[in-house]
């Protein structure tokens, strides 16, 4: 399952989600509770780090990455993590 945190407002979410087809729920974090279990809260400019986090089904962070707004995630270095839980997981 693919979520989506971030501390806009459901409103907002609705919006950018319609206005890029995602296939997948945005949750609003207004309050930061999220943001801050993760660490990833600027605390000084009360944004959250452009962070990805994997947790697996057991709620195990299994990899994760954060940085400033400026930063470029890699999707193949996503997929190749999501492929080689997979392959974890089916291997037993």
């Given at each position: 399952m693919v979520l989506g945190?971030?501390?806009?407002?459901?409103?907002?979410?609705?919006?950018?989600?319609r206005a890029r087809g995602l296939p997948f729920p945005?949750?609003?974090?207004?309050?930061?509770?999220?943001?801050?279990?993760?660490?990833?809260?600027?605390?000084a400019r009360n944004?959250?780090?452009?962070?990805?986090f994997v947790v697996d089904r057991e709620g195990v962070l299994r990899w994760g990455q954060a940085g400033d707004r400026q930063m470029v995630r890699d999707g193949r270095e996503i997929l190749r993590v999501l492929d080689r839980i997979a392959a974890l997981r089916r291997a037993g």
């Open positions: 945190i971030s501390g806009d407002s459901p409103f907002c979410h609705a919006a950018f989600a945005l949750l609003a974090d207004v309050h930061r509770a999220a943001i801050r279990a993760f660490h990833v809260l600027d605390e944004v959250a780090y452009r962070s990805t």
